[in-house]
């Protein structure tokens, strides 16, 4: 079993930055697992944000938030990150970490991953 603990949300004024952290813990390779952050804004459906290959080698990101957000990791210390700047009121969601263990393309479908954390709230305003 895999926990993911997302941290690092928070209020932030439109135009700011926020760093999300996503520690990975329990019976886990964490260097065998592409990681995702999806997200839910209030009345909507969750959607994808970014993903990251396994090793790290790869990325990708939603239109919306592309040159904006950043995805990395650091397999030593099994977390998964995401920088986000130059933040929008329409940013403003519960963002969640997501894994699945593959080496293949992370893919932006929820459906593909199957460990949670258990969101974290940002909250662009000013």
């Known amino acids: 079993q895999v926990e993911l603990v997302e941290s690092g949300g928070g209020l932030a004024q439109p135009g700011g930055s926020l760093r999300l952290s996503c520690a990975a813990s329990?019976?886990?390779?964490?260097?065998?697992?592409?990681m995702g952050w999806f997200r839910r804004a209030p009345g909507k459906e969750r959607e994808f944000v970014a993903a990251?290959?396994?090793?790290?080698?790869?990325?990708y990101y939603s239109d919306s938030v592309k040159g904006r957000f950043t995805i990395s990791r650091d397999n030593a210390e099994n977390t998964v990150y995401l920088q986000m700047n130059s933040l929008k009121p329409e940013d403003t969601a519960v963002y969640y970490c997501?894994?699945?263990?593959?080496?293949?393309?992370?893919?932006?479908?929820?459906?593909?991953?199957?460990?949670w954390g258990q969101g974290t709230q940002v909250t662009v305003a000013s």
């Open positions: 997501a894994g699945r263990q593959t080496y293949d393309r992370p893919g932006d479908l929820d459906v593909l991953y199957k460990y």
């Open positions: 329990g019976r886990t390779s964490f260097n065998t697992y592409a």
């Open positions: 990251i290959s396994w090793s790290g080698g790869s990325t």
